[in-house]
């Protein structure tokens, strides 16, 4: 579905950074939760970030990875627990999947 015209300004408020998971875990009492410890870099620090990518990927699959993440979005509570960002996925018809970066990027990399 084709979503609205978004303006410039509006798109620039994202802060789009390369976060690598350094740990991660099913969220209890979830089928779709994973809880990530994600290292945004010098701006952001360590932060953590809900995903509802469980049905596709394990918490190990994610450690050590780098992958793109909205470092600015607002903290929200899902299930008792706080998500400080979002994980960018491709969201295909059949599943999500993740969009991997290279593992020589520094984290908190700025994304554009």
Not at 43 to 54: E, K, N, R, T
Request: aromatic residues 8%.
């Amino acid at each position: 579905m084709k979503k609205d015209i978004v303006v410039f300004s509006d798109f620039e408020k994202n802060d789009l950074r390369v976060g690598r998971v350094i740990e991660a875990s099913f969220v209890e009492g979830s089928k779709n939760l994973i809880k990530m410890k994600v290292d945004l870099g010098d701006d952001y620090g360590v932060v953590q970030i809900l995903s509802g990518i469980a049905k596709y990927y394990k918490p190990e699959d994610l450690i050590g990875n780098n992958y793109p993440f909205i470092a600015n979005l607002e903290p929200r509570k899902v299930m008792g627990e706080e998500s400080q960002g979002m994980l960018l996925v491709a969201d295909a018809p059949e599943r999500f999947f993740l969009i991997s970066l290279d593992k020589d990027l520094k984290s908190g990399t700025i994304i554009r």
